[in-house]
């Protein structure tokens, strides 16, 4: 019987990014990638003519990830926790409320954005984050990865919180 697979949770800006970097697939493939459906949403939102826009195949990215829903009773008391969490962007709102009402030691939380990492510290899962370089290179990728998407950018900004700074 094969070992199930390790839960990571993804925002919209990791998808884009592994998709743009072209480990997405690979990623989808090694671990149990799960969302809120407000990042299904964002994936699917932008101007499509804009230089640069990623496309993400989402019959695809809808079949190997699972997409869950997010309550107003989870919402509440994830802000109730993190006073930071209503000023996030729709779709890392929903991930970390939903992430923080699961096991904290059945998950891994990949994130870009220094506010979403902010929140997810006051959450208590700072020690679950973990950044899309390291979750390529436990697919055997080493894509050329903007610097916020890094392991040292995500180690720099868990320690700006904790020191206080950020």
């Known amino acids: 019987m094969p070992s199930p697979r390790e839960v990571i949770y993804v925002d919209t800006n990791v998808v884009l990014e592994a998709q743009r ?3 997405l697939l690979d990623i989808l493939e090694r ?10 949403i964002e994936i699917q939102t932008g101007d499509q003519r804009r230089e640069g826009y990623v496309t993400v195949d989402m019959e695809e990215f809808s079949a190997k990830t699972t997409i869950n829903r997010v309550t ?9 926790r993190a006073p930071s ?3 996030l962007d729709p779709g890392e709102r929903d991930l970390l409320a939903l992430v923080a009402s699961e096991n904290p030691r059945s998950l891994l939380l990949t994130t870009a954005d220094k506010a979403a990492v902010k929140t997810a510290c006051q959450l208590g899962l700072g020690d679950r984050l973990i950044s899309l370089e390291e979750i390529a290179g436990q697919c055997g990728k080493n ?3 903007k610097k916020h998407y890094s392991k ?11 020191f206080d700074t950020l």
């Open 152 to 162: 040292a950018w995500l180690g720099q900004v868990r320690a700006e919180f904790l």
């Open 21 to 23: 970097t072209g480990c």
């Open 31 to 40: 671990f149990d990638v799960r969302t809120v459906e407000m990042v299904r």
């Open 143 to 145: 894509p050329a990865l």
């Open 85 to 87: 969490l209503p000023a």
């Open 72 to 80: 107003d009773v989870q919402l509440l008391q994830a802000a109730s």
